[in-house]
């Protein structure tokens, strides 16, 4: 038994027991889906980003190394691209001789499936805004319309005030313009003008109203922004009050149920104007205090909705959905949707950004120097992250 007993203790202790297989190697994670490639750009000022129903459009001002004029492409709904490059005017100045001239400012517009560019071009001294319209997308866009002389840029002709524009449900597209100074009509004195002016097939789309706001002290820059929600536009300028301080009124145009009507309150006062962005059912003027970030929400009928104060924005995310927060103020992004950007956390939208939600992605287009590069945001979790880099 005992010679037993020490066999199968031998048998069970001799030899090496046998190393474990390796574990297989982990697969790198794949590249994130790419977005469209950084464009040069003739000015810091001289692109603008909008979302489609398949995603979004960017257009800027080339540079003369890349031929000038202005170009656009189109994004799927995660920034990547959508078809080719576009040359939506071979020159930035129509009309201008031998000088093709140079694109200072751009802003875009959707009016459904179709694509408004208008921009700001100097040549020599001379400086008009332009504007042309797609059939549909960004292909096939109209001959180049001008829309008469504007002002020149401030500070180094890189800064926005001048253009803003939005769609229009009859496949038009608005257009405010900063027009040269003339005489005040409600006062003596010289006055800053701007006007609104359209393109495309509907109503009033033959170039500038002969209605023309003004503006007695006017803020650089003086037209902050402008955006459509359901029947009614809204649109933005900046004035000084008599303290020194300044002001944007924010212009409600109501076409809809019960009559149009045409309001303009003066709102975030004393605060430095950001931009005007979509609300839940209104517009939403945003400016930089020095207390932080104030906002206040205006309906299609000039009632004073919303308002936020001392507040600085951030993104939350629920059920892959962003959430913006600002303040007291909440704003889901549901439907695609542009002119965000003043709503976005600065490390999201930096001072000079475009920003849109396609749905599936906020899309920032954002200046560096003399590029325009396209950064992809997305909800992970509850929190928004940068999906464009690994």
Known sequence: MRWLVLSVVLVACGGESAAPDPSPPVAPAPPPPP??????????ASFDLVALPEGAALAWGATPDDGGGVRAIALDPIGGVRG????????????????????????????????????????????????????????AFAPVRDLGATVAGAY??????????????DGSTA????????????????CARFALAAIG???????????????????????????????????????????????????AIDRGGGGALASAPDVVEGCAPIGIAPGASGAIAIARCEDGVAAQEVGPRGDLLGT???????VVCASGRPTIELGA????????????EGLLPASVAPEGSRAVWTGDAILVAAPSGREVALRRYQCDVDSITRTDVR
């Open 84 to 139: 080719h490059e576009v040359v939506v005017s071979d020159v930035a100045f129509v009309g201008g001789g031998d000088d093709p001239g140079s694109v200072e400012e751009l802003v875009v517009a959707a009016a459904g499936l179709r694509v408004a560019v208008a921009w700001v071009a100097r040549t020599g001294p001379i400086v008009h805004a332009h504007a042309t319209i797609a059939s549909a997308g960004v292909d």
């Open 35 to 44: 977005v469209v490639a950084a464009r040069a750009i003739s000015s810091r």
């Open 156 to 169: 180094d002709r890189s800064t926005r005030g001048r253009l803003a524009a939005w769609g229009r449900d």
């Open 201 to 251: 097939d509907g109503e009033g789309s033959g170039g500038r109203d002969t209605i023309v706001n003004e503006v007695r002290e006017p803020c650089d820059p003086l037209v902050v922004g402008g955006l459509a929600r359901g029947s009614a536009f809204f649109y933005g300028a900046c004035h000084v009050t008599e303290q020194g301080a300044p002001t944007t009124t924010l212009y």
């Open 175 to 190: 257009i405010v313009v900063r027009a040269p100074p003339g005489p005040c009509q409600a006062s003596a004195g010289e």
């Open 308 to 314: 936020a104060r001392a507040a600085e924005p951030r």
């Open 329 to 340: 103020m909440r704003v889901q992004l549901v439907e695609a949707v542009s002119r965000i």
